[in-house]
């Protein structure tokens, strides 16, 4: 395993609910913010949201009101909370560090996982 574990993928119908958890190390955990990215076929790596280690997010316009993004600093896991799914919202989703906390760059300081596949469709 990498040093980033993500997981809670898998098929929903549109209008459903899925919970992705991201685990890792404390020494990658600890104080650093934690960010949720995505992936659709043909596609760039895409932003969705950030979580700073005191708990300020930040959001893609595109899942705002419908994912939440938050963290467990004693067991090192961020969540992402995705309601309200749409077609749009497949890809497969991955976990980082963001190299510019703050901001919107896909831009992560780690190696790219496998990611967790999130599949919208009825």
């Known amino acids: 395993q990498g040093p980033l574990v993500e997981s809670g993928g898998g098929l929903v119908q549109p209008g459903g609910s899925l919970r992705l958890s991201c685990a890792a190390s404390?020494?990658?955990?600890?104080?650093?913010?934690m960010g949720w990215y995505r992936q659709a076929p043909g596609n760039g790596r895409e932003f969705v949201a950030t979580i700073a280690s005191g708990g300020s997010t930040i959001y893609a316009d595109s899942v705002k009101g419908r994912f939440t993004i938050s963290r467990d600093n004693a067991n090192n896991t961020v969540y992402l909370q995705m309601n309200s799914l749409k077609p749009e919202d497949t890809a497969v989703y991955y976990c980082?560090?963001?190299?510019?906390?703050?901001?919107?760059?896909?831009?992560?300081?780690?190696?790219w996982g496998q990611g967790t596949q999130v599949t919208v469709s009825s």
């Open positions: 980082n560090v963001p190299r510019f906390p703050g901001t919107k760059s896909t831009s992560a300081t780690l190696g």
């Open positions: 404390r020494s990658i955990f600890g104080g650093n913010a």
